[in-house]
């Protein structure tokens, strides 16, 4: 086959087009990501204004990068599902053994989710924030 003949096979696959597609996935994510994290330091400097307190802006602070890191989490997840069904994998399997062991690793680990969202209702409670130091068995963590 001369080089001609090939590009023309190449061009009317659909290789060229899936990959086109990828890169405007990867990039659409990668926009994504930018505008979260523009959006979280918008809304944390827009709640920091409310008050003028050090500590205020500190738990201001430690609840926008858990939203930011949200948001990252569901952008990326997001973007790996629809770039592999653009690759031709089939995702109906993949999203079936997430929801399964996604249960599985709920009903394992009811206190680690338990720890989790007290977590967040400490921190949303003003209680530790980013930059405190505490003592856990006569020693200083940060």
């Known amino acids: 086959m001369d080089f001609q003949g090939y590009l023309k096979e190449i061009f009317s696959t659909s290789l060229l087009k899936s990959g086109f597609h990828v890169v405007v ?11 979260a994290k523009k959006l979280s330091l918008g809304l944390v400097r827009f709640v920091a204004r409310q008050k003028e307190d050090e500590e205020f ?9 858990i939203v930011r890191y949200v948001i990252v989490l569901v952008v990326f997840a997001v973007a790996t599902m629809t770039v592999l069904k653009e690759l031709g994998i089939d995702i109906g399997p993949v999203l079936a053994a997430a929801g399964i062991v996604g249960l599985a690793v709920g009903f394992g680990a009811q206190s680690l989710v338990k720890d989790i969202i007290s977590g967040f209702f400490i921190l949303l409670e003003d209680q530790i924030r980013v930059g405190d130091v505490v003592n856990i068995a006569e020693r200083e963590v940060l």
């Open 25 to 35: 996935i990867l990039a659409l994510a990668w926009i994504a990501l930018k505008a």
């Open 57 to 65: 802006q500190k738990r201001t602070r430690t609840l926008g990068e």
